[in-house]
């Protein structure tokens, strides 16, 4: 709908990521450990084994050790990139049932939104009122990371959702 806004979002994400390209030398190999360190540090709510997870798919393997890819900052400064109304549309266009999963810790909880973030808060008050008969939502103890660090507190909330969706298919 506001495509001229939209463009400006992107540009502005193509921008910062070429202005961090340029600067940016070879990204530091580290050894595996190190990289982990790294890892665990910036992000205080993550496992040891979540990181190596992470690392799995963060990282890149060089001769001298692991080196971190460095674009997540500038990507996650670009939230805002739809808005509520077009995230939402894109929503109704799915035709089968949605689960997802929140954090309590994590972005979309309601005591965690601050004025500062009208975006999230927004988008969970559309989802809950205009989607909640097609958008299941379900709250679970743990950070942004708990499907990684904690992976038993997710996996039955999915399995149950599968199930109840296998089932009506057969119906």
């Known amino acids: 709908q506001d495509t001229e806004a939209w463009l400006k979002s992107k540009r502005r994400v193509i921008d910062r990521l070429l202005s961090l390209e340029a600067k940016q030398q070879t990204p530091k190999a580290r050894s595996p450990e190190a990289a982990l360190q790294r890892l665990l540090e910036a992000n205080s709510h993550l496992t040891g084994e979540g990181g190596a997870i992470l690392l799995q798919r963060g990282a890149t393997e060089t001769p001298a050790g692991k080196a971190l890819h460095g674009a997540g900052p500038a990507l996650g400064q670009n939230r805002e990139s739809f808005t509520v109304d077009q995230c939402v549309k894109f929503l109704q266009k799915i035709q089968d049932r949605v689960l997802i999963i929140l954090?309590?810790?994590?972005?979309?909880?309601?005591?965690?939104?601050?004025?500062?973030?009208?975006?999230?808060?927004?988008?969970?008050?559309?989802?809950?009122?205009?989607?909640?008969?097609?958008?299941?939502?379900?709250?679970?103890?743990?950070?942004?990371?708990?499907?990684?660090?904690?992976?038993?507190?997710?996996?039955?909330?999915?399995?149950?959702?599968?199930?109840?969706?296998?089932?009506?298919?057969?119906?």
């Open 103 to 171: 954090s309590q810790d994590g972005l979309l909880v309601p005591q965690k939104l601050h004025s500062r973030n009208q975006f999230a808060k927004a988008l969970r008050e559309a989802i809950e009122s205009t989607l909640k008969e097609d958008i299941q939502l379900v709250e679970v103890p743990g950070s942004h990371f708990v499907h990684l660090n904690e992976p038993e507190v997710v996996s039955g909330i999915i399995s149950n959702f599968l199930t109840v969706q296998n089932t009506r298919a057969r119906l």
